[in-house]
């Protein structure tokens, strides 16, 4: 039998379901070369694919459906990549199943989908938690503590945008009403996370517009004002449609910080300017894999009880946010 010590020290076993994009292109290699987890197996509807794709862990086991991978009594811990209209059915089967869920964001269509999924796991004692990779990187944990030290001053707007140009996908998961896709879903979702992370709360009300061209069956173009009452605004855009870009300001009563970079940092170097009276300064940090700082605290929260950095109930704040952004909009949610 394994002392306790033993089991805090042994790496967390994982599971992920799918050979999605994210999945192979970053958060499975995070897993595997995290200090503290062990990359057990994937499953995929196409298991050959899978098979090349995951061929930087040659002992990953290879399952051809995802019910064998939630079932797999060595895994404790699941990554659910699956297109977002399935993260709900995935995550309460996965949390039933008796493992921990670690799910792509947006977690769920709907606030109502992330208040059942967020029973489950207190019903089952399992953790959960939105895969938000940008609020791990030592560059949004610095933006955060500038303004929590008054930095800035009182925040009163925000201005973030993020976007790609998708060009001729049309079997993008991003583009099909079925599979719940749009830009607020698929980019949006990040600015709205940031104001959230940056104000401590959700906003009181919100005005929008979307753009759904005449032969798309999802929107592409999204534009928002989040009033967080007390004259403190939240201006916000995502689109498929426009050149790669995002960026994000945030401005408070004494100065602003300019975060050229905010969402997806990645391996390189990045840098963010504080500007206050008289003074700028630049921040610069060093490349970091922002997946496996994820990774490596989630399977920290299992191991050693601690809790988790992203809250469920920021999670259904950003889902009810979106919701009340399309509904401002006009735009029919969930699609039917
Ligand atoms: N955090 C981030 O940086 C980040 C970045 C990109 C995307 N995401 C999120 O991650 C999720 C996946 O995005 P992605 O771009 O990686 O997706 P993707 O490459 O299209 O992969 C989705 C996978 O889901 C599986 N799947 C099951 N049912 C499907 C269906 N009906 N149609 C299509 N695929 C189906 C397929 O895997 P098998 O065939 O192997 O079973 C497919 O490869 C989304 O929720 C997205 O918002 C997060």
Redesign the pocket.
Known sequence: MQSNETVLHAPVRWGVL??????VK?VAPAIHSSSNGRLVAV????PI??RELFAFAPDVHIYEDYDSVINDPEIEAIYI????S??AEWTIKTLKAGKHVLC???LAVTAEQGLIMAQAARDTGMLLME?F?YRFHPQTVWVLEQVAAGRIGEVKLIRASFSFNIGSRPH??RLQAA?AGGSL??VGCYPINLCRAVYGYAPVAVGARVYTPAEGEVERYASTVLDFDEGCFGLIDSSFELPTRQVAEIIGENGMITIPLPF?PGHIETMVILALEGQTIQQRFAPVDQYRLEVEHFANCIRFGHQLYLSLEETIENLVTIEAIYQSASYPWPIK
């Open positions: 799918s050979a999605a994009n994210i999945g970053r499953g995929s509807r196409n694919r899978a990549p699956l297109p977002n399935l993260h792509e964001k947006p895969a990779m993008d998961i599979l879903m698929d997806t």
